[in-house]
T-cell receptor, first 115, second 115 residues
Framework: AQKITQTQPGMFVQEKEAVTLDCTYD???????LFWYKQPSSGEMIFLIY??????QNATEGRYSLNFQKARKSANLVISASQLGDSAMYFC????????????FGKGTSLLVTP | NAGVTQTPKFQVLKTGQSMTLQCAQD?????MSWYRQDPGMGLRLIHY???????DQGEVPNGYNVSRSTTEDFPLRLLSAAPSQTSVYFC??????????????FGAGTRLSVL
């Protein structure tokens, strides 16, 4: 069964607008971590933001925030004030259990920011 | 800051050839892993290691071998390359100490074609 589901293969957003990329996850482990990575056309994987299952507040990192709804098992990435350089693939990933366990990745969402 | 270094960046092999993809990290991370990325599939775990002398299989280990003789290095060996192993390969590492985040940092990737 798919552990991470990203239902939006592609998204468009206009520059300076906010955009939400969806991610739902499936786990029965009470301890887990959720990650978002960005992959620009150059191919590298860039860490953006992390949310722990026991964190009380939604994570924020600059223009990135994670809308964590534990009961719904969703961890959506919100990018505020989009920039042209935000055009990339975005991957949601989950680590179950303690550190040392691998990441399960979703299939990604392609974001295109238009002028 | 070198971080995670992968070599080579590109490689073309003929079916049946063997080769080793190199991965080195200079962050003293205990955890290292190899993923492959195929179009529309996200990243899938091949093998991982939680320390020198310790390795384990991930989701798609067939056709690949790993060893971990030092903390720094985690090479991936293709024993007899097959066209199905055409992919982009990523090495990642993370610390197992300190904060619970244990973010995985990725190398730049190796693009492999098997003819």
């Amino acid at each position: 069964a798919q552990k991470i589901t990203q239902t939006q293969p592609g998204m468009f957003v206009q520059e300076k607008e906010a955009v939400t990329l969806d991610c739902t996850y499936d786990t029965s482990d009470p301890s887990y971590g959720l990650f978002w990575y960005k992959q620009p056309s150059s191919g590298e994987m860039i860490f953006l933001i992390y949310q722990g299952s026991y964190d009380q507040q939604n994570a924020t990192e600059g223009r990135y925030s994670l809308n964590f709804q534990k009961a719904r098992k969703s961890a959506n990435l919100v990018i505020s004030a989009s920039q042209l350089g935000d055009s990339a693939m975005y991957f949601c990933a989950m680590r179950e259990g303690r550190p040392g366990y691998a990441l399960n990745f979703g299939k990604g969402t392609s974001l295109l920011v238009t002028p | 800051n070198a971080g995670v270094t992968q070599t080579p960046k590109f490689q073309v092999l003929k079916t049946g050839q063997s080769m080793t993809l190199q991965c080195a990290q200079d962050m003293n991370h205990e955890y290292m892993s190899w993923y492959r990325q195929d179009p529309g599939m996200g990243l899938r775990l091949i093998h991982y290691s939680v320390g020198a002398g310790i390795t384990d299989q991930g989701e798609v280990p067939n056709g690949y071998n790993v060893s971990r003789s030092t903390t720094e290095d985690f090479p991936l060996r293709l024993l007899s390359a097959a066209p199905s192993q055409t992919s982009v390969y990523f090495c990642a590492s993370s610390s197992l100490r300190g904060t619970a985040k244990n973010i995985q940092y990725f190398g730049a990737g190796t693009r492999l074609s098997v003819l």
